[in-house]
């Protein structure tokens, strides 16, 4: 039979009415240890149940309240809205950048197979995202950080 000795902590999640209970167990092979476990109201295994008894047995220990992990930027930019070629070239002009300056940019690249590909893309594509490495590519050239990408991105949204 699996034993709860202590309870170390309890987080609330996302879910209502569900729990992180960080708990010292002594599993069916009688070895103690300590993890987090998952505590559902309607789960009547393992040490489920036994958790739950003592949630109830004790109102007054601390639930840590659930916090939603916030994105990384990357997430963040891989969000953003697809831009067509006339917002991002807009959206360039807008900010005080030259489209020669895009073009030359693009001549600097040093790989002429590369040089070539992100030609034919910045010239023909009809949309770009965020995180096309294109994007960086310039964006580099440019001396521009991501956070002053991003702010133009979101500029050229409404262009």
């Given at each position: 039979?699996t ?6 902590s309890?987080?609330?999640t ?6 992180e209970?960080?708990?010292t167990?002594?599993?069916?092979d009688e070895?103690v ?6 505590s ?7 040490i489920?149940p036994?958790v739950?008894q003592?949630?109830?047995m004790?109102p007054e220990f601390?639930?840590?309240?659930y ?7 990357e997430?963040?930019r ?5 831009l067509?070629a ?7 002009i807008t900010?005080?950048?030259?489209l ?9 690249i040093?790989?002429p197979?590369?040089?070539?590909y992100r030609k034919?893309?910045?010239d023909?594509a009809?949309?770009f995202?965020r ?6 590519t310039v964006g580099?050239?440019l001396?521009?950080?991501d ?6 991105w ?5 262009l």
């Amino acid at each position: 039979m699996t034993t709860l000795h202590k309870v170390h902590s309890v987080k609330a999640t996302a879910t209502s009415g569900v729990y992180e209970v960080d708990a010292t167990i002594t599993t069916l092979d009688e070895d103690v240890r300590r993890d987090i476990f998952i505590s559902r109201q309607d789960d009547p295994y393992g040490i489920g149940p036994s958790v739950r008894q003592w949630l109830e047995m004790n109102p007054e220990f601390p639930i840590i309240p659930y916090e939603p992990e916030l994105p990384t930027p990357e997430e963040v930019r891989a969000r953003m809205p697809s831009l067509t070629a006339r917002q991002l070239r807009l959206g360039l002009i807008t900010n005080g950048y030259s489209l020669s300056a895009v073009d030359t940019a693009i001549a600097a690249i040093p790989d002429p197979n590369q040089r070539e590909y992100r030609k034919v893309e910045w010239d023909y594509a009809t949309s770009f995202n965020r995180m096309h490495p294109l994007i960086a590519t310039v964006g580099a050239a440019l001396r521009l950080s991501d956070t002053q990408i991003d702010a133009m991105w979101l500029a050229a949204v409404s262009l």
